[in-house]
């Protein structure tokens, strides 16, 4: 049996650690006190809100796709780790106007501004990681990373939820949630002669940054992932941006009740990833993926079918959930990367193209079922989009297998 390595971090991993949980705290609060914002700028989710809700994502999802395509051209003209601090910068910028907005419709502008940092920290952070251990199975530091995304969102909703109880206005809520995302800022922009090198020294022309992406998008295989993190930020976020709407809604509950929920998903996903990221060698990350989602998928299942008064069968069921869920953003990226030939920092930031829109139209589409149908009905979507997912990778995988019996690597085969 292989000996799993010693993970050992520096100066840039603990600067990501910091930019998960920012960027986290950032996405997640807004979810966490939805119900204070839309009674105080009357959009009341009790009363057909839902909808407006839900949009506030997919509002925050299309500026995050723009920056996506445009991060690859600054991350070549100025570096990853400097446009990393600059965008926690412009999310924090955006979650701060958020907190102080009188209407709906300033809400909705400031968190677009946020999300044009946002999707810079999407599109950059993973790379980072990438490039700072690609000569010691990247896939484990990702996974190990991302869960500091779970311990933000944790964080973020106790603490929210808990201050929301007592009384504290969602403005300061959402302000903390701003400031908090400074710390990583200076991580990354304060100086550093430390032996950590995630940049190239050379700065990248526009042409060749397009060159990486028009190669990757010619490539068949490339789709399938593409696909496949769709469905994972689709999954994920209809379960992290409504499951404290929907305790507080069908169960009663209060803030902290509904934050409560929210931190067992999130708990789940910590111990998910985390325990990837010790534990699954690169080569496992395909049964990693497949066998979370047949899990996530029969899981999920049950949450819709609880009676009102089962709350505490809801939360650990959710905990659950997050341990299947926690892999799959990670571990679909990373198995790419070995899987198609390509530019790998352009691989990370088309694939988060693919999530962050599912996230965004999922959680709005939860909205839309949920005025019609009711939320729980709507939860429905989650295992469908786990199943899709691991039918996706699923397929791959037994290709992979056929390419091995017949002496191929499988890298060679990705051109097609």
Known sequence: MAIVKRMVFGRYDYASFFCFMGYAACSVVVPVVLLQIARDLN?????????????????????????????????????????????????SIGI???????????????????????????????????????????????????SFWSVGVVGTVLIAGLLITLGVSWRIVLSLASLFALIS???????????????????????????????????????????????AGGGEFCLTFWVSSFIQLDYGGDPWMGGLGTAFFAGGMIVGRMVSGFLVRQEHLKELVVYAALGGTLVSLFPPLLGAGAIWILFVLLF???????????????YCVDRVKGDSTMIYILLSCAGVPGCGVFAWLMGVAGDHFGLRASF???????????????????VLRRERRSGDTGVEKSQE
């Not at 060159?211 to 769709?230: E, N, Q, V, Y």
């Not at 659950?320 to 990373?334: C, H, K, L, V």
Request: charged content about 10%.
């Open 43 to 91: 959009f009341p989710l009790a009363e057909g809100g839902k909808g407006a809700g839900g949009a506030l994502q997919l509002g925050r999802s299309i500026p995050m796709v723009i920056s996506m395509v445009a991060c690859g051209f600054l991350a070549g003209r100025w570096g990853k780790i400097r446009t990393l601090g600059a965008a926690m910068i412009i999310m």
């Open 96 to 146: 701060m106007l958020a907190a102080w907005s009188p209407v709906y419709g300033l809400l909705f502008a400031a968190v677009a501004i946020a999300g044009l940092g946002e999707g810079v920290v999407e599109g950059l952070a993973t790379p980072v990681i990438q490039d700072l251990h690609v000569d010691d199975e990247p896939g484990r530091y990702i996974n190990f990373s991302h």
């Open 320 to 334: 659950f959930i997050g341990i299947a869920t926690g892999p799959f953003w990670p571990s679909i990226q990373s």
């Open 185 to 231: 800022a200076v991580l990354y922009l304060m100086p550093y002669h430390g032996p950590q090198r995630p940049d190239r020294s050379e700065t990248l022309h526009w042409s060749t940054v397009c060159g990486h992406a028009w190669d990757l998008m010619k490539i068949r295989r490339f789709w399938l992932f593409f696909t496949a993190m769709f469905l």
């Open 380 to 398: 429905f979507m989650v295992p469908a989009c786990y199943l899709l997912l691991g039918a996706l990778i699923l397929w791959d995988w037994m």
